[in-house]
């Protein structure tokens, strides 16, 4: 992936981590929403070996697959796209793959990036597997941008850093020359006694004490970074702060930019549209998490301008974005 | 970017620092909110003794801010490190009752406007038909009404400005005494009438008690 491409920025990645917090029914439901506002999207299930996204948005059996091209059965990965029922909304599915797809090779990947990043759709959504795999953060790579997901619950929370870590080391790596990043690391492993460096920030921090226009410069790549989080399944008990404060803690802490696009109220319905394999947002348009839902999209929406640089809580506790340029 | 440990205790707390006591109670209650042990939002985003330390740091910066004596100090240390502006510092002020009327702040006080028409551009008492009127020695309500349909000025447009009830001045045009009200209302009433005509009020006033009088005067010996 060359500097350029990295560039594009309607290619959004959705990822959380933990499994089961909503990854594909998000991606879905956002797919749905941007398609019905006229906007041509693809989705692309990126979740390789255990791609289901064609089950949420009601494609029971797509022909083509991601390995198709993976596999060059199918020449351009174009072909490899499905229409929806949904006016607007397109698709690629990763089912029906042959069970090793989910090893791919370190070209086959660069050549997959470069072909969804070349794709002529005005929002790509990837629905991203769990875990931090290179796969998973190679695809959130793919654009400075980039969808998080978690629910209110401390496995989640700490699945999501995980990640939001795992990819700000990806990073400082894909901007080192692999020599100077393996320095670094024994860098660190020396100012910290023998123990290896656990944590990206503080290997930053290493770096620029050591190369201060290097670690500039990497710093500033990182700061281009426009992330986005959304808390899934709250319940009404749940704290409503805790998005705000995940995005105000990535941003004094790990200096990312991380905007909150919302709560995601919990319902049971969500569960019964899943099993009958109806569309949520169809059958149960009326309700708080579709309500949620539709903000959500709507924020995603007009939320391009770039975020200001501090996070603060007013007092009636409604988080709200002030400039401090501290 | 700094790390946590080099930020002054006003980044630490994500405080301006012209902050006050209120607020600063307020962002270590909402910084306990994200690093307290229990705290869901930074879980496993600190190892313990990392915790351990960012509390204390956030103590730290809490009691030094919130004393009134070490804050000052502080900021003195933060001023001459030139960190931080004389000007921006926090100032007490003493709270002042809020005022009930505060006419400069609710700002919706609709001043008296003459309304404008193209003939009220010069002084009315060029105009023949007015110079006539107030050449008479006595003014009933007919000659008021007369001016003012002559100036183009509609009896909704002097009610918006003088906010008296339409009958009121429609009994005053009509001459009608026994619906006057008492002659103190009742001059007031006539002065801003010939205001809004631009016409001498005084003058108005005068003469057109001297007429109602006289009027009721008769009715009252017949």
């Known amino acids: ?245 995940i995005c105000r803690i990535c941003e004094k802490h790990l200096g990312l930019r991380v905007h909150f696009l919302g709560n995601i109220l919990h319902d049971d319905r969500v569960h019964d549209a899943v099993c009958r394999k109806v569309g949520f947002l169809e059958k149960y348009p009326y309700t708080q998490t579709a309500t949620d839902l539709r903000e959500f999209c709507n924020r995603f929406l007009t939320d391009r301008e770039e975020p200001p640089a501090g996070f603060h809580l007013d007092k009636t506790g409604t988080a709200t974005f002030m400039n401090a340029n501290s | 970017m700094k790390s946590f440990e080099e930020q002054n205790y006003y980044e630490m707390l994500d405080l301006p620092t012209s902050a006050s006591p209120f607020d600063i109670r307020h962002a270590y209650k909402t910084a306990l909110q994200i690093y307290g042990d229990d705290s869901i939002v930074s879980y496993s985003f600190f190892s313990g003794d990392e915790r351990t330390g960012v509390l204390a740091n956030l103590e730290r910066a809490f009691l030094t801010l919130i004393n009134d004596q070490s804050r000052m100090e502080y900021d003195r240390s933060l001023i001459t490190a030139g960190l931080m502006q004389e000007n921006e510092q926090y100032r007490s002020a003493p709270k002042k009752p809020i005022p009930l009327f505060d006419l400069e702040e609710t700002g919706n006080v609709t ?11 010069f002084p009315p008492v060029e105009l023949p038909v007015v110079r006539e009127i107030m050449s008479k020695d006595s003014l009933t309500g007919q000659d008021l009404r007369r001016i003012r349909i002559e100036l183009g000025i509609t009896l909704e447009q002097i009610i918006e400005i003088i906010k008296v009830r339409r009958g009121l001045l429609t009994a005053i045009e009509e001459d009608r005494c026994e619906e006057l009200p008492s002659m103190l209302h009742l001059k007031s009433f006539l002065r801003a009438y010939a205001e809004c005509l631009r016409l001498d009020p005084d003058e108005v006033a005068a003469r057109y008690l001297k007429q109602a009088s006289g009027k009721s005067q008769k009715a009252e010996e017949s």
Request: glycine share 8%; aromatic share 6%; with cysteine.
């Open chain 1, 1 to 245: 992936m060359n500097g350029e491409d990295s560039f594009i920025n309607n290619i959004w990645p959705i990822g959380g981590g933990k499994g089961g917090s909503g990854k594909t029914f998000l991606t879905g439901s956002l797919g749905l929403l941007l398609a019905r506002q006229g906007l041509r999207t693809l989705l692309i299930d990126a979740d390789l070996g255990a791609a289901n996204l064609h089950t949420v948005i009601g494609v029971a059996h797509p022909g083509r697959s991601l390995s198709d091209f993976v596999n060059k059965k199918v020449e351009s990965l174009e072909d490899a796209v499905t229409k929806t029922p949904v006016p607007n909304l397109y698709f690629i599915s990763g089912a029906g793959d042959n069970l090793d797809v989910a090893n791919l090779v370190h070209t086959q990947k660069m050549r997959l990036l470069r072909a969804i990043s070349k794709l002529p759709y005005e929002h790509i959504l990837l629905d991203l597997g769990a875990g931090t795999s290179f796969n998973t953060i190679d695809f959130f790579l793919i654009s400075n941008t980039g969808i998080f997901i978690t629910t209110p619950e401390p496995t989640s929370i700490e699945n999501v850093y995980r990640l939001i870590r795992s990819v700000y080391l990806r990073k400082i790596r894909q901007v080192l020359r692999e020599e100077a990043f393996r320095e670094l690391l024994q860098a660190a492993v020396m100012r910290s006694d023998g123990s290896p460096a656990k944590n990206p920030e503080d290997l930053l921090r290493i770096l620029k004490e050591c190369d201060p226009v290097q670690g500039g410069l990497l710093e500033e790549s990182l700061r281009a970074f426009r992330f986005k989080l959304v808390l899934n399944q709250l319940r009404k008990q749940d704290n409503h702060q805790i998005g705000p404060l």
């Open chain 2, 111 to 121: 001043r008296m406007v003459f309304p404008h028409t193209e003939k009220a551009l």
